[in-house]
């Protein structure tokens, strides 16, 4: 394996391709006792519309079908489940679907090796029939049912809905009931052929591990006979700068109204650094303004506009980025006026370079004391490289922010033009039960 040495925080990274395209990567952890791995597919729900490999026409898939095909992806030929064998090892597995990305994952204590071969074994081998595909229907849809009954869910994903009229980060992830149903065994093989091809994945590993024995596992489990080298041709309907609706309420049985404040971001296409730091300085800029230290939670909290804190950030993908800010306050719509008045004050004055100074400290001490974190440390890295990132250039892209930088951000972004409001509020047998 190549090596990088990264001083700045004294971390090490391994890494290479195998022979079908598969890019792995290790960061070794001395005297950690758990390990971590994670198998990462450049496939989210987002992945409607594309060229299948071996193809020339363009198609749409039904939504939701990332979701299915990873679900789709335990149950193996000979009537086996891969969490069967996993608990059989003593590892702990799992896997989740994204909007950009499908992860397979486990960590182990002990016998990580033949559980890292069973990772890989068992996720380049679909087994797609109409019946265990019809079976699946129904349980996928008891889950988006289950889904749809979430306020806390519902809040946030109504918030994508009210900034993207275009983009399909405005469809639930596990798509609709309507639409899971139409998934066929064609369809998820098609889906597979096309995304489940070792070069458009990455293997990240990180744990007290021997480099030579993790690559000769690697081997001996990745089928060297896959070979797809082709570009994948994804498509996407251009998204307007403006929003797609202001503002989105619905009812839900809760006892206090929640909100979802959304600053939808223009997409401008940008060099992989340049992305990194102007998401770093909007997660800056969103922390200083959003503090429970600072004067705008305190003024809130005081006056019982919020209850808690206001949480949230800023996400920033491929072909989209946006923040959103969250919490709980019997006047949402007041709270997003105090809000909107509160950074356009800021707007005149400019961020105070002493707060700058602290948060950019804490970001420093947080992203060293995230190195703790084996599962944080894998799942962000794999995320930032499918955008082309390496993970471990964040602490000096960190270093190079200015408050400049910051302030010209707060004048381009927190704009109210760019921003939605959702709101879930008690039902009326709610609101009466309460009285």
């Known amino acids: 394996m190549n090596k990088i040495?990264?001083?700045?925080?004294?971390?090490?990274?391994?890494?290479?391709?195998?022979?079908?395209?598969?890019?792995?990567?290790?960061?070794?952890?001395?005297?950690?006792?758990?390990?971590?791995?994670?198998?990462?597919?450049?496939?989210?729900?987002?992945?409607?519309?594309?060229?299948?490999?071996?193809?020339?026409?363009?198609?749409r898939v039904s939504e939701g079908i990332a979701h299915f095909?990873?679900?789709?992806?335990?149950?193996?030929?000979?009537?086996?489940?891969?969490?069967?064998?996993?608990?059989?090892?003593g590892a702990s597995?799992?896997?989740?679907?994204?909007?950009?990305?499908?992860?397979?994952?486990?960590?182990?204590?002990?016998?990580?090796?033949?559980?890292?071969?069973?990772l890989i074994e068992y996720v380049e081998t679909p087994y797609y029939t109409e019946e265990?595909?019809?079976?699946?229907?129904?349980?996928?849809?008891?889950?988006?049912?289950?889904?749809?009954?979430?306020?806390?869910?519902?809040?946030?994903?109504?918030?994508?809905?009210?900034?993207?009229?275009?983009?399909?980060?405005?469809?639930?992830?596990?798509?609709?009931?309507?639409?899971?149903?139409?998934?066929?065994?064609?369809?998820?093989?098609?889906?597979?052929?096309?995304?489940?091809?070792?070069?458009?994945?990455?293997?990240?590993?990180?744990?007290?591990?021997?480099?030579?024995?993790?690559?000769?596992?690697?081997?001996?489990?990745?089928?060297?006979?896959?070979?797809?080298?082709?570009?994948?041709?994804?498509?996407?309907e251009e998204e307007p700068i403006e929003v797609n609706e202001r503002l989105i309420v619905d009812e839900y049985t809760v006892s206090m109204p929640m909100f979802y404040i959304g600053y939808k971001d223009a997409y401008v296409k940008r060099e992989p650094r340049e992305s990194l730091k102007l998401e770093i300085i909007?997660?800056?800029?969103?922390?200083?303004?959003f503090s429970e230290s600072g004067d705008l939670h305190q003024d809130l909290y005081k006056e019982g506009l919020i209850i808690g804190g206001i949480s949230g950030g800023y996400l920033s993908q491929k072909d989209y980025s946006y923040a959103v800010a969250s919490g709980a306050s019997k006047d949402?719509?007041?709270?997003?006026?105090?809000?909107?008045?509160?950074?356009?004050?800021?707007?005149?004055?400019?961020?105070?370079?002493?707060?700058?100074?602290?948060?950019?400290?804490?970001?420093i001490g947080a992203f060293l004391k995230s190195f703790d974190s084996i599962n944080y440390i894998a799942n962000n890295f794999l995320n930032y490289m499918f955008r082309g990132i390496n993970f471990l250039e964040y602490f000096e892209v960190l270093k190079e922010i200015e408050i400049e930088d910051v302030n010209k951000r707060l004048y381009e972004f927190f704009k109210e033009d760019n921003s939605v409001l959702s709101i879930v509020e008690p039902k009326e047998t709610t609101r009466e039960f309460n009285q």
């Open 93 to 118: 597995a799992n896997a989740f679907t994204g909007f950009a990305m499908t992860a397979y994952l486990f960590s182990a204590t002990e016998n990580f090796y033949p559980s890292l071969k069973h």
């Open 132 to 236: 265990n595909v019809e079976k699946e229907k129904g349980i996928i849809a008891q889950e988006i049912k289950m889904y749809q009954d979430d306020p806390d869910w519902n809040v946030y994903f109504n918030c994508l809905k009210a900034m993207y009229s275009k983009h399909h980060t405005n469809i639930d992830i596990a798509g609709s009931v309507e639409s899971i149903y139409k998934i066929t065994p064609e369809e998820l093989y098609k889906c597979y052929n096309t995304f489940y091809n070792p070069a458009n994945m990455k293997l990240f590993i990180v744990g007290d591990l021997d480099p030579d024995k993790l690559i000769e596992t690697i081997k001996e489990a990745n089928d060297d006979e896959i070979d797809f080298s082709e570009n994948i041709e994804r498509f996407m």
């Open 282 to 289: 909007t997660d800056m800029l969103f922390d200083i303004i």
């Open 332 to 363: 949402p719509r007041e709270v997003k006026r105090r809000i909107d008045e509160y950074i356009e004050n800021l707007k005149k004055v400019g961020i105070d370079s002493y707060e700058f100074e602290i948060n950019k400290k804490k970001k």
């Open 69 to 89: 095909l990873e679900h789709k992806m335990f149950e193996q030929p000979d009537g086996s489940n891969a969490f069967d064998e996993f608990s059989r090892l």
């Open 5 to 59: 040495y990264n001083d700045i925080i004294n971390e090490e990274l391994y890494f290479d391709k195998m022979d079908n395209g598969l890019e792995v990567f290790y960061i070794p952890k001395e005297g950690f006792v758990n390990k971590y791995a994670v198998l990462g597919v450049d496939f989210g729900s987002n992945d409607l519309e594309f060229i299948p490999i071996g193809e020339s026409e363009r198609i």
